[in-house]
């Protein structure tokens, strides 16, 4: 019988896992994951930035754990040779209608206590002499990493620490008995006496074979991107952001430099018909029924309706996406957008049809469940182990 068993080798599951054999040397504990990797989902398709933290309600999870976040990833980059840069980020305004906008989000980066500096129309043109906008902001500690080899690093201190990684788990069945958890899976049953499962896109399914009573389920949208042709690399010093429309949840199409000198043009926002559907002609018969039975998720398309039709023909007309981000960067044409790998977030959408804003954990006696841990929780992993971790103290004694 394990002492803990973790389920989800993403970069929460694997951060908790690690954490904990540093917290509780000498309990035997197991990560289970059904990938034949670690980091196959969401933490191995994304933007790979190490966010500082700007846009999150203050006082949030969000907020606190990203700005401590922030920090550790790369202290931990450092201290284990991983590759990191801080280029910083420029938030750029087009029109006056953005540069009010871009006004509040300055004023909640500073109720954040992070350092930003605010750029004129001509401040703006000297950094990045490309971009076109009518002011910016910068955020100075906005980096990039590569958040694959962040979570390979963890598992391998992890194993080192005594820890045991399962992968082609994949987690059939649950169930919590008086005094043990059975852990079902297509690798044979484990037992355990704690259980924290960190399963991304199916986080709700996990929770929902314990028997809890959860008033949420996950919405799937997809993250599309582009890669910039490689000859116009060096278009951009910084990353460049647009100001979000403070009525959407994401943070609109971003130009990312990647770790290995790439830029990447995206992510959009469409609502995926399958959990783990990274091509737009993607769709699973479960995801779709399991969607359109859920209340909430009909609110969420009543109210998003009108955004949702031009993120689904951005998606299929890459005109449109050219239209997104030609914007601030004219220079950008339609031959320079070459394909690059989806993502998929995983949204949790309440009943009453609110995309959960802040990171989500519920518990019975014997488990803790990571029920809603979008972006930014790359950057926060860490912290959010921590939480994790603190939380089992009480729960589970
Ligand atoms: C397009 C996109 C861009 C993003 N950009 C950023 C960014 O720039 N910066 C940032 O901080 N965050 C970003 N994020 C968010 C970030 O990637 C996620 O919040 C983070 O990776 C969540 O990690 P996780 O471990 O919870 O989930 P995941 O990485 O999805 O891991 C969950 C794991 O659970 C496993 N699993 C699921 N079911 C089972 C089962 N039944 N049995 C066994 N294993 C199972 C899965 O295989 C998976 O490996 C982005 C996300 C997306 C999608």
Not at 22 to 34: A, C, D, T, V, W
Not at 47 to 66: D, E, I, L, N
Not at 214 to 219: E, G, K, R, S
């Amino acid at each position: 019988m394990y002492d803990y068993i973790i389920i989800g080798g993403g970069i929460i599951g694997t951060s908790t896992a690690w954490r904990l054999s540093q917290r509780h040397p000498g309990k035997s504990i197991l990560l289970l994951e059904k990938e034949k990797d670690l980091a196959r989902h969401q933490t191995g398709h994304n933007s790979g930035v190490v966010h500082a933290g700007v846009y999150y309600q203050p006082g949030s999870m969000k907020a606190r754990f990203c700005r401590a976040g922030n920090e550790l990833v790369y202290r931990f980059c450092q201290e284990h040779g991983l590759p990191y840069e801080n280029p910083g980020k420029l938030l750029v305004a087009t029109n006056p209608i953005e540069l009010a906008r871009m006004g509040k989000l300055f004023q909640r980066a500073q109720e954040n206590q992070i350092e930003v500096e605010w750029l004129t129309r001509e401040q703006l043109r000297e950094r990045e002499p490309h971009v076109r906008g009518v002011g910016a902001f910068l955020v100075r500690k906005t980096g990039i990493t590569d958040y694959r080899r962040f979570t390979d690093k963890m598992a391998e201190l992890f194993r080192n620490a005594g820890g045991e990684v399962r992968l082609g788990a994949e987690v059939l069945n649950l169930k919590e008995m008086p005094d043990e958890l059975r852990v079902e899976t297509t690798l044979g049953d484990f037992a355990g006496r704690h259980l924290i499962t960190c399963a991304g896109l199916v986080s709700d399914r996990l929770v929902r074979m314990l028997g809890l009573a959860v008033d949420f389920q996950i919405v799937p949208f997809r993250g599309e991107y582009y890669q910039l042709d490689r000859r116009k690399n060096s278009i951009i010093h910084h990353l460049i952001y647009p100001v979000p429309d403070p009525s959407l949840p994401f943070l609109g199409v971003h130009l990312t430099r990647m770790i290995d000198g790439s830029v990447t043009i995206g992510p959009n926002a469409v609502l995926a018909l399958k959990r783990e559907g990274y091509h737009n002609t993607d769709l699973s018969f479960r995801d779709i029924k399991e969607m359109v039975a859920f209340r909430g998720f009909w609110k969420v398309i009543r109210k998003n309706l009108r955004s949702g039709i031009v993120e689904y023909k951005n998606s299929f007309f890459k005109r449109g996406y050219l239209g997104l981000v030609k914007k601030y960067c004219p220079e950008i044409e339609a031959d320079d957008l070459k394909p690059h790998p989806a993502g998929v977030r995983a949204q949790a959408v309440s009943r009453n049809g609110a995309l959960v804003e802040d990171f989500l954990f519920v518990n019975s006696r014997r488990t803790i469940h990571v029920c809603n841990a979008p972006s930014p929780a790359a950057t926060s992993a860490l912290p959010i182990a921590a939480h994790i971790l603190d939380q089992a103290e009480r729960v589970f004694s």
